[in-house]
């Protein structure tokens, strides 16, 4: 496996729509857009305009997540961006801790038949690092707290606990939001 993890950018709309788009067009997926812009926006684009919508967030400057690549195939994805520029900003569930200018890691997806290979964690780490480089202080991320036990796979997008601070994320604080009947948390990887 040569496994490479790189921000997600204009030439990669095809790419994400193999990882989160639907397979027909005019299907209402998530696109991974419901944390990543207004709720009321999210709920009102429909079918084709929402991978237009991702197909624009890709044109910007800073990228709306990252992809992993094993040789020519897309493997994998993760969500995440400026926290300002999020949903999380005004979450109730999800509490700020403090001021400062964090990054939200929201989902972390690897495509069927890739699993269990370590792809997860390479998306987690690659993510950072995207952070870093466009100048992050910290990275945030709300995993479920499941206890090793078994996660619904629709639900696992979120990550867990063991995830996260495999890779250098530690403990916050709880949270209020709760996911597949899982605790979430919040944890933080400081890149000061």
């Known amino acids: 496996m040569s496994l490479v993890v790189t921000a997600a950018g204009p ?21 991974c857009l419901s944390y990543r ?31 992993a690549h094993d ?6 994805w993760a969500g995440i961006h400026p926290r300002s520029a999020t949903t999380f900003a005004r979450n109730r569930r999800i509490p700020h801790v ?8 929201w989902c972390v997806r690897v495509r069927p038949g890739h699993r269990g290979r370590g792809i997860a964690h390479a998306l987690v780490r690659g993510a950072v690092e995207v952070a ?5 202080p910290a990275v ?37 939001s709760v996911l597949d009947g899982f605790p979430r948390v919040l944890l933080r990887h400081d890149l000061r």
Request: overall charge negative.
């Open 132 to 136: 870093r480089e466009h100048g992050a």
């Open 140 to 176: 945030e991320a709300y995993p479920v707290d499941n206890e090793g036990r078994r996660v619904n796979l629709t639900m696992a997008y979120v990550g867990t606990r063991k995830l996260f601070e495999a890779n250098g994320f530690e403990f916050v604080t709880t949270t209020t």
């Open 98 to 105: 403090d001021d400062l200018d964090v990054w939200s890691l």
């Open 11 to 31: 030439g990669s709309f095809a790419d994400v729509a193999t990882m989160v788009g639907p397979k027909r067009p005019d299907a209402n997926v998530c696109w």
């Open 71 to 76: 040789g020519e195939d897309v493997v994998g």
């Open 37 to 67: 812009i207004p709720s009321k926006e999210n709920q009102a684009l429909a079918g084709p305009a929402r991978g237009e919508r991702v197909r624009a967030l890709l044109a910007q400057d800073v990228p709306p997540g990252v992809l």
